[in-house]
């Protein structure tokens, strides 16, 4: 969607790599060697880079790949001074979601200026800091890496802003021939960032299940290099996590709070709550006896609520800290890498910080231009029936199909689902309507746009980024009077379909030009990193001149329909597929401004998800005998939803955690 999970991925990869861009010693003085590189989405080779030299001096990259009929294709130049950093660099062609790029930096009689769609301005060279552009490709790599291993301490300071320190190097023999090393960088995201280096200090690879970068040639070996940075990484969160989590030796006792109850909508005054061990073992009007066996916390004029869902996510080991700091104590999972049932095991013992991992669905497409990057690609119905067969056989519960499947594999594969008692959701395959879907088994759809195409037409080929341009289009025109609209509603109720409508996502899509801000995120941009920031004001869809209201009402079409499924009791679940944490507070705020009153809202992200989920015996409200994953804000979200933001203190499974700890960890200022 607008910051698809490969999208928000690349985009953090592209940043941390071209944000990190490393250099060293005597390593200036070899040879330039022009270097290709393959990339692989998935697994399946999606694009390329290309790094050369100029005849004079500069260097040219060229870079692209293909996600699903988007990705970017650029086209750089760049020249270094003697002092290894940039003096010139200028960025040519289209990002990921296809609209223009042309960016530049040059220093001009001593002052640095930078210039994009999305941003610029200037300050005085001070000869040094090394320039990290917004849409930067792979290729500046093998310069940074050389200036900063020649650094001081290994660290240097970035234009616009920020620094970047190689933490560690770690030495690879791959094969028993191939020396590699694999960096580890802080300064320009959340957690620290990994590439692969080669003998010559040249950028070597970057690999993931979902996305891999590597030189040409050395394909092979890049399911070698997967594991050995993910098991840094994880160390790295391991260690971190550890220091973050308060395990309670005592009973906790929250006293004078004010409850929400997720079942009526009420709020509770002035509670004593008692927690023992993961569970809660009483709830009191009067006051419980305070002695030196409990932990106690003052819940005057806060509200304790049940840990909040987010039903839609692509979850990796990072995401946790902003989980729960932002209160998400559960998510459900629709689509990931392999490993998935590992990450769900760590988060769901406490081993990392993050949230329960509720509902693992398996992603299921068919095979072509435009399928899924992860999960089972398929090629006949034969292997999707299979597929979902060794989900099951996984601890999985749920199929999510995606837009490459045949219309007529649906009912079969519904079929074999639910003979497993698994759900089945997704995208409505591409030349079949939602209405079809819903009558061939679906249980539930994701993304508000597939419910819009419902009513334009059944030949709009949806594996492309025509499922997201033909609403902003045409989606204002949609009449919830209209008797299709009203039939569809009723099967939609007849069904019991739940719908996922992720909503907020189509607001930065289809409103947000380059140099905006998203608007799911401005409330809280100024609280990340300045170089977070930066990926935040690329803007969406390439708007047309003159057509701005009209993509911008065809997303005020999308909050419509979402009140209207409310009015017509259609079952809605809060799923963000965004950024964690902060995006399913946007998402709640959107319900609001739909029209949805707040106390539904957090019944709908507390109680309807933990039913939808399958784990409302324990959780989903405040109630004795329910699993202790409460958090405590300091407001009233009731009154003002906005308030949800503002969580005190986070308790998952009877352990604590401090929202503003847990930010101050990856760098994000907290809540004031």
């Known amino acids: 969607m607008n910051k698809s999970p490969i999208f928000v991925l690349v985009s953090v990869v592209l940043t941390m790599v071209s944000c990190q861009k490393e250099a060293k010693k005597s390593s200036y003085d070899l040879p330039y060697t022009d270097l290709e590189y393959n990339i692989y989405m998935g697994g399946k080779l999606a694009g390329y880079q290309k790094s050369s030299k100029t005849d004079d001096g500069g260097y040219h990259y060229s870079f692209e790949y293909n996600d699903r009929g988007r990705g970017p294709s650029l086209d750089e130049k760049v020249y270094l001074n003697d002092n290894g950093v940039i003096i010139s660099h200028k960025i040519i062609g289209h990002n990921y979601l296809k609209d223009t790029v042309n960016e530049v930096f040059n220093i001009e009689n001593g002052i640095a200026k930078w210039k994009s769609s999305s941003e610029q301005g200037e300050i005085e060279f001070d ?316 249980d539930e759809i994701q993304h508000a746009n597939m419910l819009a195409l419902n009513f334009l037409s059944d030949t709009i080929d949806t594996r492309q980024p025509l499922r997201f341009s033909m609403v902003a289009e045409h989606g204002h025109n949609l009449d919830f009077n209209s008797k299709a609209f009203k039939d569809f509603i009723a099967l939609l109720k007849e069904k019991n379909t739940v719908i996922d409508p992720t909503v907020s996502i189509f607001d930065g899509m289809f409103t947000a030009k380059a140099g905006d801000a998203d608007p799911s995120f401005y409330k809280i941009l100024d609280r990340l990193p300045l170089s977070v920031q930066r990926g935040f ?14 993509y911008k009402a065809s997303y005020d079409k999308l909050l419509e329909m979402v009140n209207e499924l409310y009015k017509n009791e259609v079952t809605i679940v809060p799923g963000t597929d965004a950024m964690a944490g902060f995006g399913l507070h946007t998402e709640l705020e959107n319900y609001v401004k739909a029209g949805i009153p707040a106390t539904e809202v957090l019944k709908i992200a507390t109680a309807v998800s933990a039913k939808v989920a399958g784990v409302a015996n324990d959780l989903g409200v405040v109630e004795e005998g329910k699993l202790a994953d409460l958090i405590l804000v300091d407001g009233d979200p009731v009154s003002n939803i906005s308030d949800v933001r503002k969580v005190e203190l986070t308790i998952k499974d009877g352990n604590i955690y401090i929202p503003e700890k847990l930010y101050d960890a990856i760098g994000v200022r907290a809540f004031k």
């Open 127 to 442: 000869n040094n800091s090394f320039f990290s552009a917004i849409n930067g490709s792979f290729g500046t790599s093998d310069l940074l890496i050389k200036k900063l291993l020649a650094a001081d301490n290994n660290e240097i300071q970035m234009l616009p802003s920020g620094s970047i320190k190689i933490t560690s190097i770690d030495n690879h023999k791959i094969n028993d021939s191939i020396n590699i090393r694999l960096i580890e960088f802080t300064g320009q995201s959340f957690t620290p960032s990994y590439i692969w280096v080669d003998k010559n200090d040249r950028f070597f690879g970057y690999a993931s299940p979902w996305f891999t970068c590597i030189q040409k040639g050395y394909d092979s070996i890049a399911k070698q290099l997967e594991p050995l940075q993910k098991q840094k990484g994880e160390q790295y969160l391991k260690n971190l996590s550890e220091s973050l989590v308060e395990i309670p030796s005592k009973k906790i006792l929250i006293k004078n709070v004010n409850i929400f109850d997720a079942k009526t909508g009420a709020s509770i005054p002035n509670r004593f709550v008692l927690i023992n061990k993961n569970r809660i073992e009483k709830i009191s009007k009067t006051e419980i006896k305070q002695d030196s066996d409990l932990y106690v916390i003052d819940g005057t004029d806060k509200m304790l609520l049940p840990g909040l869902f987010d039903m839609h996510t692509h979850i990796s080991d990072t995401d946790g800290i902003l989980h729960l700091a932002a209160g998400i104590t559960s998510v459900r999972d629709l689509g990931n890498s392999a490993d998935l049932p590992e990450l769900k095991e760590k988060f769901n013992t406490n081993q990392l910080v993050g949230p329960r991992i509720q509902v693992m669905s398996g992603f299921i497409d068919k095979a072509g231009p435009y399928a899924g990057p992860t999960g089972s690609i398929i090629n006949t119905l034969e292997e999707g029936l299979k597929a979902i067969k060794d989900y099951h056989s996984k601890g999985y519960t749920q199929i999510k199909l995606y837009s490459s499947i045949e219309p007529d594999w649906v009912k079969p594969l519904a079929d074999q689902a639910h003979d497993l008692d698994m759900r089945v959701s997704g995208h409505i395959p591409a030349f079949m309507l939602a209405e079809q879907a819903v009558k061939n088994g679906y």
């Open 537 to 550: 004001y690329s803007g969406g869809l390439p708007i047309p001149n003159g057509k701005e209201d009209q």
